[in-house]
């Protein structure tokens, strides 16, 4: 397998011009930064849920206080989890992001600011995490297994990268390069440094970001070094704790030293794991780092590990919707086939990271399968955990919801059928605002055959530094005829890769208005152009009725509606309650409507079914089947991003038939 | 309502001569008693499951020992639950059952000589619960939310009564009315007493069956001031507690103080509950004592309360096996159709509770749907609670079970797929022991109208002081062929009432050879008799495809089957999993054959099935619906309470079809 490197051929600038994605990225500047800027400033007047099962509430984030303390500016002790920092982090990140299509004057004033706390913050030799800083200062880097400082630290390094490239601002490039500077003195195999590495993974990503940037090699080897050391020594975090001094009243995270080695994919080396265990958004945190440190180092072991739990998480352990996470226990993945639709976690960070890792892997191999994960991630499981409005999120996101279930039974508790205003732990909201303000990233992948990958269909205008240039223009997701004008200097050849997503096997392409029928590579075609082209795609939108493995014993019998990328929903908000009554008719062709004035403007589908004529509420609890007395009737469904912006109700993905 | 008093009319002797029910009768004497002694005396090389979801193990019992501490005979501290006590007396009181069917004069010198060591236990004030006499007896009384007092007094003064009827033992009786006086000294709404109850019901059924035994009205009084108290001061337990010191280190059962008010049924009086909520076990707890003693005092808000229950229980909240109990977590009811058959509790202790209830309604109306609870806990439910060897006890009893799901989900950890050895917390096995020994006394029940009610089919002969004789014979659950032959002195007169299940709405009588064709009155067929009568009842065994209410969303469009009151199961033993891929076709007749070889002796039911052809292991995950290509099959089901004594691995009661 060839290893790819940073091609000579790169994209210069990308504009989204799609309705549907650029509604999104404005309300991330209008409403998501600000909004989130003044909790973490402790400026709003929110419940904060303190955890993602909504127990108890809070007012507090302290996230900026605590760096203000750290810088001196304040006094005080530190408040919130250990890795608070990371929600100023991320929301720097998204803020950087966000310049490139909305340039804002009075934001910048604010993220340069807080640049210079930042600095302020740090410790003379690079150190950076407010916990320890204010309150444990003798107890740094020595409770890894629950301390989150590399996974705090590894969070600004992707900010300060950010916000270098999207500024120019070279104090923030230097906290992240002193950062790693002082990781890299303190972590390693030699000398007297830790042998050990994160209980959180995310340092090894962002290490290979500032790799990218600075091209110091010295980043890439560490980044090596955490994900090949990760799990040689199982008795690392135990040792660490048994020296630190072993007991409940030292845990930094109450309760965290519970779960066991394979919660934090430490129990043996990456290369020996089998599959993907434990705790979803550390374990694609860490595919996103193997497959980002594999592509600059060729590293084979790594790389059949990303191979390899890639098709364990997208061929058995991902929901229709590309939620992954069967448990609440540990937000943790379970086993094979195990895909509970009730009492499920699908947490919103952990569908980010999916898309994380699916952009890597595109980098690894042209093959489409990563990017129809990638739309799967943008258009279901990761952008549910935004409301409309952008100011209410959601921790989990189920295929099933009851609100008297979440209520009453304690199984499903963590369910909630609202958006909360805010977490305690606001890892979901930021993260989903950097993805949102950064899709412009997600859009081509330029191979190291000099070819222009272009996968996603989120119209937007690019451009390439040999002078190529690309309009694409559609009404994506809601129609399937795609348009690229493809802008070509005179003399060049150059090569361009359309994808052909799965869900899409029967489509039609026409090059300058004449009908092709192309070869598809492994989901791609390709076309070698030398002049200036037109090019129509037209994919399949007809609505699908689709399938589980019958190994999904949850899905049996039962099927999700899809239309392109989007997998539907029905809510209570359309359809009486309950909703596990309705009998899909699969037979009978789905209605498909466009309305401009629901839910932002969304497609609705309509499809056939039966359900009981009364509601039986006088029948026995039991008794001898009876003949059915269905009626007819309609099931309407709306996509399942859009889920939960209208009255509280059952919502429902998997359907009887 | 006419409120029934102890009538002059009484069963004198039940001799069960049923095959299937002589052999766990057995069964207990031989091997669940013995193998119980060992284990409460710490002889037993076993493992004993520290709690229901098998973590972790325990080699020590301890519970004789403590109460050999109490009693001044040996040194030591308390070790084990604060009600370990009551281990010893749900088995001697077991004992005392099995002296009417099975005398055993060595059983019966280690029950003499307990009753003596209980007695030298007690404190001279009749005090007795070994955690607090031996280490924390400045306590007693001071935490009642979670220190089982009551609890652990009720269950001896259960035993004792027992005890005292099966022996004539006038000090394992002595011991109780004590124990009852110290409650009755301490107890109440006068004169300084503690206007309090116990967080875990039983003493209130307690001392209604020491007053029918006494005739002695103030344990009544007592019993009826524990209902009608309980809840009244929703602070009460919140006030003891934190005059005696509110603090972790405090707890007497640690994270006790957890549950809110509703689990523990006093978050308000029981006349304002409106359905059973909470711990499962403490609610049929509750509701026994609240029928027992509305018998006796006709308190109307009793009586309302009890049919209340009753209905949520038996219409809204029981599974098709009789078991109750929706979820783990307080072990608890959750809401009216939550029924999820993986991630349920139906502790075996809740099923016992509910026939300890069942019978208790009989006297309060003679309907036949308390009968039809009673028989499906015998045959199903409770009955599941022990494997057929007698060594290996369920705790939970899930309707569907997969060895890999309990393994590696932890939603489902506490689903067991294999009867463990014994429990830290080993409520249920003796429980279930005292249930099977003393079944005698649940198959008739004598009306204040002086009408024997004959309502289960278990063969038996019984003497009446009246000198009616009843001998019934039959095969069953395995036939429905039941046989009276009635023997009437004679100049009497007497009224005879015949259980027409409510699985059987069609069934024949003949009375002397002759066919009748009576009147059934709440499921009763009521037969005046004046000499000597044979009677012979034909059931309907036909096989049955059950179907649950439409509000129970985790059965809908799925059956389950059942053959008179049995339910039965699929095992993968018989059936190659996964057996959530079989598809029951209703619409052939399913075959039935009994085959004396199988789990000693069971009838068989075979039903039609389809399932797909193949396993589809390289299907994608998700994909547009297929034509089925399923094939056909059969489903081979055993009896529900027989499952898990072969092979560990999957069971399922509800089936797609």
Known sequence: MPIKTASELQTTNVEITADFWRRYRELVVKEVLPYQWQVMNDQANISISVDPQNNGQDKNSHAVANLKIAAGQMTGHHYGFPFQDTDVYKWLEAAAYSFNYHPNADLRTITDNLVDLIADAQDDDGYLSTYFQIDAPERKFKWLQQSHELYTMGHYIEAGVAYYQATGNHKALAIATRMADCI???????????????????????????????????????????????????????QQIAKDGDSDDRDIIPGMREPDLTYFLAAEPIKDQKVPQGHAVRVVYLCTGMAYVARYTGDQDLLAACHRFWDDLVKRQMYVTGSIGATTSGEALTYDYDLP????????????????????????????????VLEKELFNGALSGMSLDGKHFFYVNPLEADPKASRLNPGKSHVLTHRADWFGCACCPANLARLITSVDQYLYTVTDQQTILSHQFIANRATFNNGVEIDQTNHFPWAGDIHYTVTVPQGLTTKLGLRIPGWSPNFTLKVNGKDVDPTVDHGFVYLTLTADTTIDLTLDMTVKFMQANNRVSADYGQVAVQRGPIVYAAEEADNPAPLWQYRVDPSVAPTYQYDKKLLNGVGIVTVAATKPASDASDAPLYQPLQLANDMATKLKLIPYYAWANRENGQMRVWFHR
Do not use: S, W
């Open 184 to 238: 890299d003195r303190n972590f390693g195999l030699t000398d007297g440094k830790i042998p050990g590495y994160d209980g959180h993974p995310e340092i090894e990503l962002a290490l290979a970001r500032l790799y990218e940037v600075t091209q110091d090699q010295k980043y890439l080897d560490l980044a090596h070094y955490f994900l090949t050391q990760r799990g040689q020594n199982p008795d690392f975090f135990d």
């Open 341 to 372: 639709n009730d009492t499920m976690y699908g947490e919103t960070c952990a569908a980010v990271g999916m898309a994380f890792f699916a952009r890597q892997m595109l980098h690894l191999d042209a093959k489409a399968e990563y990017a129809d």
